[in-house]
């Protein structure tokens, strides 16, 4: 056993002494595992870092050569039984290195939880026949963090079917599309697929999304567009396909991604001056056509249109001012937490600021508490331009029972110009000003002051 360097306390089993303690669990004269043994084992696991002793653990497994089938009980017993985290995932580690079919559901279950998704699409890739569709259809049943850590194991995939899919949704998920963007056009092949004759919407639409996100992503946590070697093919190859496509919201985001790339190029950016400026002026021209700001006005016509933010966003980058459509969707009594009131109070005028306001304390009085905060915390930071009309919203924030959306709105509170407050505003701002205490004669006459 161990000990911390310092003495405090016993130090985290090893891969090596995890390895030595299932070899005598499971090789005679120990033929089956005592529930107290199991119960050891969970406890001692629950000690270490799954991440700091998976490789070394299963590099010392394969090195003894411990019977699989013995591994796999253990594994199964650990996975579906276990009280802690960290077992848990050790038995997803053994099933990986013993489990079969038979483990497949088993495996696909604990994976759509986020936080074991990358043991159990490890374990799926290692145990199963078919390892790429089984962590493919792991893939589909997550969003978040589990969709980037099981589309991470399929970085080697030749399988058609999922290579089609990374380029047309699998790159999705719910945290950044960065992440996954440049492994789905390496991968998936996006550069074969676009030079197709007839290339379906779905490509399309993914490929704009890939492009995008490499775009936004560049010199961020994933490569971009800079790292990706058929970067200039690809986009001169979808600005004709866009250029002669039925125009969507979402490939007018893409194309602003993309040409926002080009305004502010990376410094060593790999390709000719030529193709750079070829790029740059075809994503201007594209993003200065005409049907744009139709479609986009078409869009804000409809009040409950589904994707009215998305509109609204292009909407600024295309310098329209939709204030009467966005009013007309004030009034349908969307969320607080909807992006048009940010959208909204962030650029309305003296004129319309009031209304808006008013809308958003008349919706302010049916919305759920944990909603409420947020919102006000939101709106706390957005009244500091508002303050002639801001001050009924202000004063809920500031009763609010979470000191955040008090602070921030009380920040705003001392930032409003005194000759804006109203009576009642300025007696809360004086009621928080605590003065100075006055210093003693003789505190002032003494050596120290």
């Given amino acids: 056993m161990r000990h911390t360097p310092d003495g405090d306390g016993v130090a985290p089993p090893t891969g090596v002494e995890l390895a030595h303690r299932l070899e005598h669990l499971l090789l005679p ?12 084992l969970h406890d001692l696991l629950a000690t270490c870092s799954p991440t700091e002793v998976a490789d070394e653990l299963s590099a010392e497994i394969r090195r003894r050569a411990l019977p699989s089938d013995g591994l796999r009980r253990l594994g199964r017993q650990l996975a579906e039984h276990g009280t802690h985290r960290a077992p848990v995932k050790i038995g997803l580690v053994l099933l990986g290195l013993s489990g079969d079919i038979r483990d497949r559901e088993l ?3 604990l994976g759509t939880l986020d936080e074991l998704t990358v043991y159990a699409a490890v374990a799926l890739h290692r145990s199963q026949p078919d390892g790429d569709l089984a962590v493919h ?18 970085r080697d995939t030749t399988d058609p079917v999922i290579r089609s899919w990374l380029l047309r949704e699998g790159f999705r998920n719910t945290i950044m599309d960065e992440y996954l963007a440049h492994l789905a056009a390496t991968t998936g092949d996006l550069h074969s697929a676009l030079r197709h004759p007839h290339v379906d919407a779905a490509l399309l639409n993914g490929a704009g999304g890939i492009l995008a996100a490499m775009a936004d992503g560049q010199g961020g946590p994933a490569p971009g567009l800079a790292d990706y070697s058929d970067a200039v093919p690809v986009l001169r190859r979808y600005a004709d396909l866009v250029q002669a496509r039925t125009p969507t919201i979402a490939m007018l985001l893409d194309l602003i991604s993309i040409a926002t790339f080009f305004r502010h190029p990376p410094q060593e950016l790999p390709w000719t001056p030529a193709d750079i400026e070829y790029l740059a002026a075809r994503y201007e021209d594209l993003l200065h056509e005409p049907r744009w700001p139709a479609l986009v006005l078409d869009h804000l016509s409809e009040p409950r249109c ?8 292009s909407a600024e980058v295309l ?27 962030r650029n309305s005028d003296r004129q319309h600021a009031a209304h808006i306001l008013d809308l958003a304390q008349r919706r302010l009085a049916t919305t759920p ?22 001050w009924p919203l202000l004063r809920s924030a500031l009763t609010s029972s979470t ?20 009576q009642e505003a300025a007696d809360y701002l004086r009621a928080t000003q605590t003065p100075a205490p006055r210093r003693h004669a003789r505190d002032r006459n003494s050596p120290q002051s």
């Avoid at 939101?378 to 331009?385: D, E, K, P, S």
């Fill in 29 to 40: 004269p120990a033929p089956s595992i005592s529930g107290q043994r199991l119960r050891g």
């Fill in 107 to 109: 495996l696909l279950l």
């Fill in 137 to 154: 259809a792991l893939a589909q049943r997550v969003v978040g963090w589990g969709r980037i850590q099981a589309v991470r194991t399929l």
């Fill in 306 to 313: 589904p994707d009215f933010h998305l509109a609204l966003r």
């Fill in 319 to 345: 310098h329209l001012n939709p204030t009467a459509q966005l009013l007309a969707r004030l009034e349908t009594g969307p969320p607080l937490l909807d992006p048009t009131w940010v959208h909204a109070l």
């Fill in 369 to 390: 508490r944990p909603e409420r905060d947020h919102a006000l915390l939101l709106f706390a930071h957005f009244l500091r331009r508002h303050p002639e009309h801001g």
């Fill in 403 to 422: 000191p955040e959306v008090r602070r921030t709105a009380l920040t705003t509170l001392a930032g409003w110009p005194v000759d804006t407050l109203t």
